[in-house]
């Protein structure tokens, strides 16, 4: 049964009994109010309900009826009346006083010859405090302990039910104690009915309030149990332990979603053994009775408190679960367990969706209906290696398989395989992602960079020829005009050269800048100290015109690389340390290399002008210049090249600097390629 229909035949039961007891209430009011002396005399009973309690118990099921419909604001009112009037007729009988509200509104000339002619019996006036207490909270819910609020709810519906069972009860044993806890008053037995009535009412009330299902059984199991185990406990003798008696009960609150529960039954239980005690006549409450008494509510609640953390740990595990389930269910990514022969035990909505599947259908079926072959004897094969072996090779890792949906369609995904153990069962599971759309940006991205880099080198070339015609151009005019044009003629003619010169040199880095993409595929082992000797010796006129103090340090290692390009990243990073140097400081280049579990780290030191932190992001942005040429001449594409050779080793390249106390090049190279 779902929450929503449970709520509304919860308020039905509820409008339900306290439309009995307003029944019964009204009838017992309409005959106080027109009774006559043959009557009562041949109807003495009814009378025995007094008017003030057929009144309340009047109230009580009105706002009952009224709280079922799902107006609660008045009920609030109706419960602080009740509970003020029930509480004030109990300090009646605790202090002795009479406040004069027992013959308030009807003068009881029935029960003329009683102590208190009027007066609800004190087990009545119970109920009614309680009934009261519990329409209140029907109104203020406790937001910040909702399960407090609601134990508190239930405890007090059930002690209205108990009450009348237990009078009940005295009435079909004929154990007068029961139902008359004073001489001369005594809950009735129609008062005793329209309290059991009352209990239940309040309590399938409380229970509809709630937003979850209330119990995982019939809910009239705890008042069956209850009733007859205060039918047992009038019945048995006195120096009997009576608490398996009331241990059904206690157990029936393991069924109850609320962990407060089984407090609630415990409470009912403890003061029923307590009033048992003390109902019984003054000689036979002995010692002997005291300590049965005393073990008899340990045991209730030594079971009650065991049941309590046990229904505490199965909250924790169930609220665990759920939200592991909400997490698995809500996913955007596909989630996959197979057992260790293949065989599919789990999926989530977005497996099935990726798949086309409905849900459930992937259950039972072998995980190769969702792969092509060769991935379907590829899979198996890796499997069955690793039970044999405990070698992995797709367990703990990803990588790129192609997908079969349910309609036949293939279609590129990404899957991660990872082992577990249950009770020693292995299962793995799978989380997988369908990559098609990835797969056509990368294409369309690979495709823009290739023309671009086409562009790239095509412009490039076919700008070398012009421009060798120019600056040679420029070289004739100087040589064969330089006389006729005169001095200024000369400077415009050098600053064209210079000019045409320096473009060359820039349309030379882009050529060899757009090349690099071209020349991973000629990757081999390579020594990285050869490349360092040959960048040194290309730089060695440079090194010597510096005046620069060249410091090697560490072992260098072997690498899958390009050699032409570590030569050129390491000839950029030591000619930067060259040229941007102190006028009056010699340069100081340390070249130095730690491995790092596979990882080579380099680092190019020098003792240069340093980098304002601000730009250490921009120097390695094509062209991008911090200095003037006329300061340091270059086409400002150097350390890009460093970047984009770092990258096609699988690497990465950053720089640490300061201001005026030089710069440290670090990158990585893998010493073994992935």
């Known amino acids: ?67 079922a419909s799902g107006h609660k604001r008045a009920v609030a009112v109706l419960g602080g009346f009740v509970g003020l009037v029930a509480g004030a007729i109990l300090l009646e009988y605790i202090t002795g006083h009479d406040f004069g509200i027992d013959q308030l509104l009807l003068v009881d000339d029935v029960h003329a ?30 937001r910040q302990s909702p399960h407090f609020c609601f134990a508190v709810a239930d405890l007090t519906g059930f002690a209205v039910f108990a009450l009348g069972a237990h009078a009940i009860g005295g009435y079909l044993g004929s154990f007068e104690q029961a139902y008359a806890w004073v001489t001369d008053t005594r809950m009735s037995i129609h008062t005793a009915v329209s309290n059991m009535c009352m209990g239940i009412s309040l309590l399938t009330l409380s229970w509809a309030s709630q937003d979850r299902k209330i119990a995982l059984f019939p809910l009239w199991i705890p008042f069956v149990i209850c009733f007859v185990a205060l039918q047992i406990t009038l019945v048995s003798p006195p120096g009997i332990v009576t608490s398996v008696i009331y241990i059904p009960l206690i157990l029936s609150s393991l069924w109850f979603t609320n962990p407060l ?3 609630v039954f415990a409470l009912i239980a403890t003061f029923f053994v307590t009033l048992r005690y ?10 002997e009775i005291l300590v049965n008494r005393v073990l008899t509510t340990f045991v209730i609640w030594f079971v009650a408190v065991l049941i309590y953390w046990k229904r505490n740990f199965d909250l924790k595990l169930l609220r665990s ?31 099935n969706r990726i798949f086309g599947y409905e849900d459930n259908e992937l259950i039972g079926q072998s995980v190769n209906v969702l792969m092509l072959s060769p991935y379907c004897e590829d899979h198996d094969q890796y499997i069955d290696n690793y039970l044999k072996t405990g070698v992995r090779k797709v367990i703990g890792s990803g990588r790129e398989v ?133 960048a040194l010796e290309n730089l060695h006129e440079v090194t010597q015109s510096h005046n620069a103090e060249i410091v090697i340090e560490g072992d260098f290692p072997e690498i899958d690389g390009s050699s032409v390009q570590v030569v050129r990243l390491f000839q950029n990073l030591i000619g930067n340390g060259l040229k941007y140097c102190e006028k009056d400081r010699p340069p100081q280049i340390r070249i130095s290399v730690e491995d790092h579990g596979g990882v080579a780290v380099f680092c190019v030191e020098d003792n240069g002008i340093g980098i304002d932190e601000k730009y250490i992001e921009q120097i390695f942005i094509p062209f991008k210049r911090l200095h003037t040429v006329q300061a340091y001449p270059g086409s400002g594409i150097g350390l890009s090249v460093c970047k984009r050779i770092v990258e096609m080793h699988h690497g990465k390249l950053w720089v640490e600097s300061e201001v005026g106390r030089g710069s440290r090049f670090f990158f990585t190279l893998d010493v073994e390629h992935p």
């Not at 102590?115 to 909270?137: D, E, K, Q, V």
Request: aromatic share 10%; with cysteine.
């Open 278 to 287: 003390f109902l019984l006549p003054l000689e036979m409450m002995t010692e």
């Open 321 to 351: 679960e759920q939200y592991l389930q909400a997490i698995v269910e809500n996913t955007m990514e596909g989630l996959i367990v197979v057992n260790h022969k293949g065989i599919i035990c789990k999926t989530n909505p977005a497996c």
């Open 402 to 534: 192609a997908g079969l949906r349910k309609d036949g369609s293939e279609f590129p995904m990404e899957i991660g395989v990872c082992e577990m153990k249950i009770e020693e069962e292995r299962f793995f599971s799978g989380i997988l992602r369908d990559i098609t759309v990835r797969k056509l940006a990368e294409e369309e991205l690979l495709r823009s960079n290739t023309e671009l880099e086409r562009f790239a080198y095509v412009a490039a070339h076919d700008l070398q020829e012009p421009l060798r015609i120019i600056i040679k151009s420029m070289e004739f005019l100087h040589e064969d005009f330089g006389e006729t044009i005169g001095e200024g003629g000369l400077r415009y003619v050098d600053n064209s050269s210079k000019a045409a010169k320096r473009m060359r040199a820039l349309i030379g880095d882009l050529l060899e800048y757009s090349r690099l993409g071209k020349q991973s595929h000629r990757f081999k082992k390579i020594p990285v100290r050869e490349c360092l000797d040959v």
């Open 261 to 263: 529960t089984v407090f």
């Open 113 to 142: 010859d009683a102590t208190h002619p009027g007066r609800l019996a004190p087990n009545t006036a119970l109920a009614f405090l309680f009934t009261g207490l519990s329409l209140i909270l029907v109104r203020y819910v406790f």
């Open 1 to 67: 049964m779902f929450p929503k229909e449970q709520q509304k035949l919860l308020r039905f039961a509820s409008a339900s009994f306290a439309l009995i007891v307003a029944l019964i209430s009204a009838a017992v009011l309409a005959l106080w109010h027109l009774k006559t002396a043959e009557f009562v005399a041949n109807h003495y009973w009814i009378f025995d309900m007094q008017h003030t309690a057929a009144l309340l118990f009047l109230l009580c099921s009105v706002g009952l009826i009224v709280a």
